[in-house]
């Protein structure tokens, strides 16, 4: 009879039958109000590591465990915790290890997006509570199987996209959906950096410090890089998710939100890598348009390699409406009429950060209170992963109508397209065998 964790490595994901058999470990796992929520951090080197320090700070919450396939990250994440006052955590570079812990309650990812919803998939298995950073899918098809194995469990997933937990913006969305702005019909969302040339990767030994097979995982095999880790497999479509996803969800989620939308009937993409000649497989450069049930719209501009503001920002959203529009970003919002005269200015309290990888400021905060609050008081998330995974497979369908020339309808119910049998292709992708996820 296999080991529990062998079983884990050869099928990567396994069976509602399995997930049945945890129903018990589930319900351990949900610690009494007093008590501290033991979190697994999984991905520690960058985006990671700012997760760690907020959890760590977090009141009722202990940073148990640092898994990541470089050591040296290990370290980073371990450091992080023990900078916020915390017992050092215990590092391991395989990150199953912690799933078959009983003591850990819960899992934080913040991988390389091909991990993301096998590890998620395989955390809930396991009984543990997930905390996943957005994009929660590196294809529509993981997104479908992340939801319904939570539904299975019973468990909680929360996405990380933290502007969900913003006071002012929630404050705003509601107002918008009584009228402020009379019927808001489109949505315009942006981003905008100034990234360098990723070059060209050639092919090298992997380093003492990194399990190459494990980062690799669910993803086919392929020889090692010299400049795929870190941070630059987001450009490349065997890993990452382009910009899009990267960046925008964020962005195209408030629009979405405050549209009360849902999926879309037709999807539109123009642009391409201008910038360089390197290894960049995604968009540098991109405008995904999205048409709606009723005639709303969302448009986003994404602009990674020509940091040249919009209304002044790096990012934002604005909604229009009949009688006036919305300016929403991380800082909080801005209030004009039809004619651009600014009307309200409501500024979210505490730090917020607009550009950059690493944080999220206040609102990761308000974010992950959130998550822990669900699994101590049974408080609404207020990201749950069937409301979150519609604003990515939305992002992923910009990229898809991108990659197989530029426009196809949708099925409002699902998000399918349903008169491009090309693009229908890109819903799902290829797994390395024995790492399929079911």
Known sequence: MPSRRKFLRNSALTGAGLTLGFSALA???????????RVAIFGTNSRGESLTQTFAGAKNCQVYGIGD?????IAKG???????GQAKPKGEQDFRRFLDDKDVDAVVIATPDHWHAPMAMMALDAGKHVYVEKPCSQNPYEGELLIAKQASTGLLVQMGNQTRSSVSLNQVIKEIHDGLIGEAYAGKAWYSNSRDSIGRGKVVAVPEWLDWELWQGPAPRRPYK??????NW?????????????NGTHEVDLCRWALDVHYPIRVTSTGGRYHFD???E???????????????TINWEGRSCNGMPMWGRGRGAFIHGTKGSVLLDRAGYWLYDLGGKEIRVVKEEGESVSMGTAGGGNLDDLHIRNFLAGITENEKLNSPIDDANPSVTICHLGNIAQRTGGSFHTDPETGKPTDDPQAME???REYEPGWEPK
Do not use: C, M
């Open 426 to 428: 890109l819903w799902s």
């Open 78 to 84: 371990q450091k992080a915790a023990v900078d916020k």
């Open 234 to 246: 987001h450009w490349l479509w065997h890993y990452g998710t382009g910009e899009l996803l990267n």
């Open 69 to 73: 396939v470089d050591t040296r990250a």
């Open 27 to 37: 319900n351990k796992a949900i610690p009494g109000a007093n008590d501290r929520v």
């Open 278 to 280: 390197d290894d960049w």
């Open 226 to 231: 010299d400049n795929i880790v870190h941070y």
């Open 282 to 296: 995604a968009y540098d450069t991109q405008v995904a348009g999205y048409e709606f049930p009723g005639g709303k």
